[in-house]
């Protein structure tokens, strides 16, 4: 219930913010999606649904996980301001934002009925392969938009 309603009120939000936007979400918003989204997951995890508690952060995980393991790796600094997430890495090589906020929104969608088929199959062999399939998807936008772009 607590996910439904968060789902129908960033919705809400979307209609405003999305292309040209007029009002940002911003870390007064961000932060309290992320914590709630945070909650979600450890609350499925408890419940017996590893791969839903997952599939319910698999965008933010691996998106940021990547960014950092290439900050890592190119010996940046992770405490600077920086444009080295996939969406902004899809934008800055000609993508238009709707387009790259579309492809987040389905990709997470897909991930989140994949969430609840997991849940309601109850079974961990359709658990694994919902998962399998929703990293897939989360992976291939993020690795096809990062080689878009020359890495600096």
């Keep these: ?19 040209p936007a007029r009002i940002f979400l911003g870390d007064a918003g961000s932060l309290p999606v992320g914590l709630l989204l945070g909650w979600l997951s450890l609350l499925l995890a408890g419940q017996g649904h ?7 952060l698999a965008y933010p995980l691996a998106d940021g996980g990547s960014t950092l393991l290439r900050r890592l790796l190119a010996g940046k600094r ?18 238009s934002a709707p387009r790259v906020s579309l492809t987040v929104a389905l ?8 969430a ?12 694994v392969g919902c998962l399998a399939i929703g990293l897939a998807w ?3 936008p993020i690795v096809g938009w990062l080689r878009r772009t020359p890495s600096p």
Excluded: K
């Design 50 to 56: 590893a791969a839903a508690a997952l599939l319910v």
């Design 1 to 19: 219930l607590i996910a439904a309603a968060a789902f129908g009120a960033m919705i809400g939000f979307w209609w405003w913010n999305r292309h």
């Design 107 to 114: 990709v997470s969608l897909a991930c989140a009925v994949l």
């Design 138 to 140: 989360v992976l291939a």
């Design 78 to 95: 992770l405490t600077e301001p920086h444009r080295d997430h996939a969406y902004q890495a899809a934008v800055d090589s000609g993508l």
């Design 116 to 127: 609840v088929t997991s849940i309601l199959a109850d079974h961990a062999v359709v658990g």
